[in-house]
T-cell receptor, first 114, second 113 residues
Framework: DTGVSQDPRHKITKRGQNVTFRCDPI?????LYWYRQTLGQGPEFLTY????????KSRLLSDRFSAERPKGSFSTLEIQRTEQGDSAMYLC????????????FGPGTRLTVL | KNQVEQSPQSLIILEGKNCTLQ??????????LRWYKQDTGRGPVSLTI?????NTKSNGRYTATLDADTKQSSLHITASQLSDSASYIC????????????FGTGTRLTIIP
Protein backbone atom coordinates (compact mmCIF):
# COMPACT_ATOMS: atom_id res chain seq x y z
CA ASP A 1 0.00 0.00 0.00
CA THR A 2 1.63 3.25 -1.19
CA GLY A 3 -0.77 5.54 0.64
CA VAL A 4 -2.55 6.66 -2.53
CA SER A 5 -6.10 5.36 -2.80
CA GLN A 6 -8.49 5.25 -5.73
CA ASP A 7 -12.19 4.61 -5.91
CA PRO A 8 -13.81 2.63 -7.36
CA ARG A 9 -11.35 -0.14 -8.14
CA HIS A 10 -13.51 -1.44 -10.96
CA LYS A 11 -16.21 0.21 -13.06
CA ILE A 12 -18.30 -1.35 -15.78
CA THR A 13 -20.48 1.00 -17.76
CA LYS A 14 -22.43 1.14 -20.99
CA ARG A 15 -21.23 3.20 -23.90
CA GLY A 16 -22.51 6.76 -23.70
CA GLN A 17 -22.70 6.91 -19.90
CA ASN A 18 -20.66 9.27 -17.75
CA VAL A 19 -18.24 7.98 -15.11
CA THR A 20 -16.27 9.66 -12.35
CA PHE A 21 -13.22 8.36 -10.55
CA ARG A 22 -11.69 9.63 -7.34
CA CYS A 23 -8.08 9.73 -6.18
CA ASP A 24 -6.90 10.49 -2.65
CA PRO A 25 -3.17 11.26 -2.67
CA ILE A 26 -0.70 11.06 0.20
CA UNK A 27 -1.77 13.98 2.36
CA UNK A 28 1.36 16.14 2.21
CA UNK A 29 1.90 15.64 -1.53
CA UNK A 30 1.22 18.77 -3.57
CA UNK A 31 1.49 17.14 -7.00
CA LEU A 32 -1.11 14.77 -8.40
CA TYR A 33 -0.99 12.96 -11.73
CA TRP A 34 -3.48 10.97 -13.80
CA TYR A 35 -2.36 8.25 -16.21
CA ARG A 36 -4.13 5.79 -18.49
CA GLN A 37 -2.79 2.30 -19.06
CA THR A 38 -4.05 -0.17 -21.64
CA LEU A 39 -3.26 -3.87 -21.64
CA GLY A 40 0.40 -4.63 -22.32
CA GLN A 41 1.40 -0.98 -22.38
CA GLY A 42 3.05 1.35 -19.94
CA PRO A 43 1.03 4.17 -18.36
CA GLU A 44 0.44 7.26 -20.51
CA PHE A 45 0.33 10.72 -18.98
CA LEU A 46 -3.07 12.44 -19.00
CA THR A 47 -2.78 15.47 -16.73
CA TYR A 48 -1.17 16.83 -13.59
CA UNK A 49 -1.94 19.24 -10.77
CA UNK A 50 0.24 21.34 -8.56
CA UNK A 51 -2.02 21.89 -5.56
CA UNK A 52 -5.38 22.87 -7.08
CA UNK A 53 -3.96 24.17 -10.35
CA UNK A 54 -4.10 21.93 -13.41
CA UNK A 55 -0.76 22.70 -15.04
CA UNK A 56 -0.62 20.37 -18.00
CA LYS A 57 -2.95 18.25 -20.08
CA SER A 58 -1.98 15.62 -22.62
CA ARG A 59 -3.46 15.53 -26.11
CA LEU A 60 -4.89 12.18 -24.98
CA LEU A 61 -7.26 14.13 -22.76
CA SER A 62 -10.09 14.81 -25.18
CA ASP A 63 -12.88 17.26 -24.38
CA ARG A 64 -14.89 14.36 -22.95
CA PHE A 65 -12.39 14.12 -20.11
CA SER A 66 -12.20 16.58 -17.25
CA ALA A 67 -10.15 16.50 -14.08
CA GLU A 68 -10.42 18.60 -10.96
CA ARG A 69 -8.61 19.02 -7.68
CA PRO A 70 -10.80 21.63 -6.01
CA LYS A 71 -9.06 21.98 -2.65
CA GLY A 72 -5.63 20.73 -3.59
CA SER A 73 -6.27 17.40 -1.89
CA PHE A 74 -8.34 14.69 -3.59
CA SER A 75 -8.92 14.73 -7.34
CA THR A 76 -11.67 13.51 -9.63
CA LEU A 77 -11.46 12.40 -13.24
CA GLU A 78 -14.72 12.43 -15.19
CA ILE A 79 -15.30 10.85 -18.57
CA GLN A 80 -18.45 11.93 -20.39
CA ARG A 81 -20.19 9.93 -23.10
CA THR A 82 -17.86 6.97 -22.63
CA GLU A 83 -16.65 5.04 -25.66
CA GLN A 84 -15.34 1.49 -25.87
CA GLY A 85 -11.87 2.88 -26.52
CA ASP A 86 -11.93 4.43 -23.05
CA SER A 87 -11.64 0.96 -21.51
CA ALA A 88 -8.36 0.99 -19.61
CA MET A 89 -6.78 1.21 -16.18
CA TYR A 90 -6.77 4.77 -14.86
CA LEU A 91 -3.90 5.37 -12.48
CA CYS A 92 -3.38 8.24 -10.08
CA UNK A 93 -0.03 9.16 -8.60
CA UNK A 94 1.13 11.81 -6.14
CA UNK A 95 4.48 13.33 -5.27
CA UNK A 96 6.16 16.00 -3.19
CA UNK A 97 8.02 17.41 -6.15
CA UNK A 98 11.66 18.25 -5.60
CA UNK A 99 14.85 16.80 -7.03
CA UNK A 100 13.78 13.21 -7.60
CA UNK A 101 10.03 13.76 -7.45
CA UNK A 102 9.24 10.12 -6.75
CA UNK A 103 5.66 9.42 -7.74
CA UNK A 104 3.62 7.02 -5.63
CA PHE A 105 0.87 5.25 -7.54
CA GLY A 106 -2.56 4.21 -6.43
CA PRO A 107 -4.00 0.77 -7.25
CA GLY A 108 -5.88 2.13 -10.25
CA THR A 109 -9.47 2.07 -11.44
CA ARG A 110 -10.22 -0.52 -14.11
CA LEU A 111 -12.85 0.85 -16.51
CA THR A 112 -14.72 -1.43 -18.88
CA VAL A 113 -17.07 0.19 -21.39
CA LEU A 114 -19.54 -2.23 -22.95
CA LYS B 1 10.41 12.35 -29.43
CA ASN B 2 11.11 11.03 -25.93
CA GLN B 3 10.99 7.24 -25.91
CA VAL B 4 11.79 4.36 -23.59
CA GLU B 5 12.26 0.89 -25.04
CA GLN B 6 12.49 -2.29 -23.01
CA SER B 7 13.62 -5.80 -23.78
CA PRO B 8 12.72 -8.54 -23.68
CA GLN B 9 8.98 -8.04 -23.94
CA SER B 10 8.45 -11.14 -21.81
CA LEU B 11 10.64 -13.58 -19.95
CA ILE B 12 10.05 -16.91 -18.23
CA ILE B 13 12.65 -18.28 -15.79
CA LEU B 14 12.86 -20.95 -13.15
CA GLU B 15 12.57 -20.02 -9.50
CA GLY B 16 16.00 -19.35 -8.01
CA LYS B 17 17.58 -18.22 -11.27
CA ASN B 18 18.90 -14.74 -12.03
CA CYS B 19 17.76 -12.50 -14.87
CA THR B 20 18.53 -9.11 -16.40
CA LEU B 21 16.06 -6.74 -18.00
CA GLN B 22 17.16 -4.00 -20.40
CA UNK B 23 16.04 -0.42 -20.98
CA UNK B 24 17.16 2.05 -23.66
CA UNK B 25 15.93 5.63 -23.66
CA UNK B 26 16.09 8.77 -25.73
CA UNK B 27 14.59 11.15 -23.18
CA UNK B 28 16.26 14.55 -23.01
CA UNK B 29 17.14 16.50 -20.95
CA UNK B 30 17.57 13.58 -18.58
CA UNK B 31 16.61 13.97 -14.95
CA UNK B 32 16.38 10.47 -13.50
CA LEU B 33 15.53 6.87 -14.31
CA ARG B 34 13.33 4.61 -12.26
CA TRP B 35 12.37 0.98 -12.30
CA TYR B 36 8.87 0.08 -11.17
CA LYS B 37 7.34 -3.31 -10.44
CA GLN B 38 3.68 -3.70 -11.37
CA ASP B 39 1.69 -6.70 -10.26
CA THR B 40 -1.29 -7.62 -12.43
CA GLY B 41 -4.22 -5.30 -11.76
CA ARG B 42 -2.24 -3.08 -9.39
CA GLY B 43 -0.46 0.26 -9.61
CA PRO B 44 3.32 0.41 -10.17
CA VAL B 45 5.59 0.37 -7.13
CA SER B 46 9.02 2.00 -7.24
CA LEU B 47 12.07 -0.25 -6.94
CA THR B 48 14.97 2.10 -7.64
CA ILE B 49 15.63 5.63 -8.79
CA UNK B 50 18.93 6.86 -10.25
CA UNK B 51 20.13 10.29 -11.24
CA UNK B 52 22.69 11.15 -13.90
CA UNK B 53 25.66 10.67 -11.59
CA UNK B 54 24.66 7.25 -10.25
CA ASN B 55 25.85 4.06 -11.96
CA THR B 56 24.22 1.47 -9.78
CA LYS B 57 21.54 1.20 -7.10
CA SER B 58 20.39 -1.85 -5.17
CA ASN B 59 17.16 -2.67 -3.40
CA GLY B 60 17.42 -6.14 -1.87
CA ARG B 61 17.65 -8.68 -4.69
CA TYR B 62 17.12 -5.95 -7.30
CA THR B 63 20.14 -4.10 -8.72
CA ALA B 64 19.75 -1.38 -11.32
CA THR B 65 22.56 0.04 -13.43
CA LEU B 66 22.67 3.20 -15.49
CA ASP B 67 24.99 4.24 -18.30
CA ALA B 68 24.04 7.83 -19.05
CA ASP B 69 26.49 8.04 -21.95
CA THR B 70 24.88 5.21 -23.90
CA LYS B 71 21.43 5.92 -22.41
CA GLN B 72 20.99 2.37 -21.22
CA SER B 73 19.85 0.84 -17.96
CA SER B 74 19.44 -2.68 -16.70
CA LEU B 75 17.62 -4.31 -13.82
CA HIS B 76 19.19 -7.47 -12.45
CA ILE B 77 17.15 -9.79 -10.25
CA THR B 78 19.04 -12.40 -8.27
CA ALA B 79 17.70 -15.63 -6.79
CA SER B 80 14.25 -15.08 -8.28
CA GLN B 81 11.15 -15.90 -6.26
CA LEU B 82 7.61 -16.69 -7.38
CA SER B 83 6.52 -13.30 -6.04
CA ASP B 84 8.83 -11.61 -8.55
CA SER B 85 6.32 -12.49 -11.28
CA ALA B 86 5.15 -9.08 -12.49
CA SER B 87 5.74 -6.45 -15.14
CA TYR B 88 8.88 -4.35 -14.70
CA ILE B 89 8.62 -0.89 -16.15
CA CYS B 90 11.51 1.45 -16.90
CA UNK B 91 10.53 5.09 -16.47
CA UNK B 92 12.60 8.13 -17.41
CA UNK B 93 11.96 11.63 -16.18
CA UNK B 94 12.79 14.64 -18.34
CA UNK B 95 13.90 17.76 -16.55
CA UNK B 96 11.20 20.15 -17.67
CA UNK B 97 10.19 21.29 -14.22
CA UNK B 98 6.99 19.27 -14.23
CA UNK B 99 9.01 16.04 -14.03
CA UNK B 100 6.78 14.36 -16.57
CA UNK B 101 7.53 10.66 -16.81
CA UNK B 102 8.02 8.63 -19.99
CA PHE B 103 7.17 4.97 -19.44
CA GLY B 104 8.45 1.93 -21.25
CA THR B 105 6.00 -0.80 -22.19
CA GLY B 106 7.48 -3.11 -19.58
CA THR B 107 8.93 -6.60 -19.43
CA ARG B 108 6.50 -9.27 -18.30
CA LEU B 109 8.47 -11.62 -16.01
CA THR B 110 7.08 -15.02 -15.06
CA ILE B 111 8.81 -17.17 -12.47
CA ILE B 112 7.95 -20.85 -12.60
CA PRO B 113 8.59 -23.34 -9.79
Amino acid sequence: DTGVSQDPRHKITKRGQNVTFRCDPISEHNRLYWYRQTLGQGPEFLTYFQNEAQLEKSRLLSDRFSAERPKGSFSTLEIQRTEQGDSAMYLCASSLGGADNEQFFGPGTRLTVL
Amino acid sequence: KNQVEQSPQSLIILEGKNCTLQCNYTVSPFSNLRWYKQDTGRGPVSLTIMTFSENTKSNGRYTATLDADTKQSSLHITASQLSDSASYICVVSANFGNEKLTFGTGTRLTIIP
